[in-house]
């Protein structure tokens, strides 16, 4: 799964996901770029990584940002849109607040998730797709879930996830002339920082790491034929056995379905 040459920017990957992500696809050879609020600002994390400080609820800020990348590398050839809000004070009082029901939700949760998730894919897929669509070629993963589909924890994190999907699909719509391919991809339980806060109430037997979800991007951005998936709803671990791919501690955790979510 070789990258060389290839420019990638993955939003939010100070930690998490997108941490996993931006380190796997720098693993595979390409340059990239990570964001976030915390991330070391125009700082080289490592000969392949570079860090850029951004909000991406501050549209001048995410502007500023991909305008840099772009005057940096000249293009980009990989999106992955992980930056998300919402997850904050999972625990509060200790009580576990996740999935109480819609009208205990504090209504932060529901702004934080479209201000930081669904907005914040939406900019940063508007800011990269031309400089693909000039060179008729690159990948917009954006990360979702099974909750798209499905009741799962809470009604403001369905409803989002369901937003994304949709958001992938008609993106796909819009760039399939221009050879720009747009996926939905659906990660398992991650072993994310936030995750492991509640491990004791989570089962973690079918869990991924997440530089799991990373090889999965790898292995699409370096499929010659990725153009087959646009518009559709990929799942990291059933790409696993597509393309071959194990996960760090080399198991391969059960693709999941919707019967099993």
């Given at each position: 799964m070789s990258l060389d040459g290839q420019v990638a920017v993955v939003t939010g990957a100070t930690r998490g996901v997108g941490r996993g992500v931006g380190h796997e696809l720098a693993r595979h050879g390409a340059r990239v770029f990570v964001t976030g609020r915390s991330a070391p600002d125009h700082e080289r994390l490592d000969e392949r990584i570079t860090g850029i400080r951004c909000d991406h609820r501050v549209d001048t800020q995410v502007d500023a940002a991909f305008n840099e990348i772009v005057r940096e590398a000249n293009a980009?050839?990989?999106?992955?849109?992980?930056?998300?809000?919402?997850?904050?004070?999972?625990?509060?009082?200790?009580?576990?607040?996740?999935?109480?029901?819609?009208?205990?939700?504090?209504?932060?949760?529901?702004?934080?998730?479209?201000?930081?998730?669904?907005?914040?894919?939406?900019?940063?897929?508007?800011?990269?797709?031309?400089?693909?669509?000039?060179?008729?070629?690159?990948?917009?993963?954006?990360?979702?879930?099974?909750?798209?589909?499905?009741?799962?924890?809470?009604?403001?994190?369905?409803?989002?996830?369901?937003?994304?999907?949709?958001m992938t699909a008609d993106m796909a719509t819009e760039l399939t002339p221009y050879g720009v391919t747009v996926v939905s991809l659906y990660p398992g339980l991650v072993r994310t920082e936030k995750v492991m806060e509640a491990a004791q109430w989570l089962d973690l037997t079918n869990s991924e790491s997440p530089e799991f979800v990373g090889r999965a991007v790898a292995a699409l951005a370096s499929d010659p034929d990725v153009r087959r998936h646009t518009g559709r709803v990929l799942v990291a671990a059933a790409l696993a056995k597509e393309y071959g791919f194990t996960d760090v501690d080399g198991t391969t955790p059960r693709p999941l379905t919707l019967a099993d979510v």
């Open positions: 980009i050839d990989i999106l992955v849109n992980s930056v998300w809000g919402g997850y904050e004070r999972m625990i509060d009082g200790g009580e576990f607040t996740w999935p109480r029901p819609f009208w205990e939700q504090p209504l932060w949760r529901w702004d934080a998730m479209f201000a930081a998730g669904v907005r914040a894919y939406y900019q940063a897929s508007r800011l990269a797709a031309p400089s693909m669509i000039a060179r008729r070629r690159g990948l917009i993963v954006n990360i979702s879930f099974w909750a798209a589909q499905k009741h799962i924890g809470n009604v403001a994190y369905g409803v989002s996830k369901a937003a994304t999907d949709k």
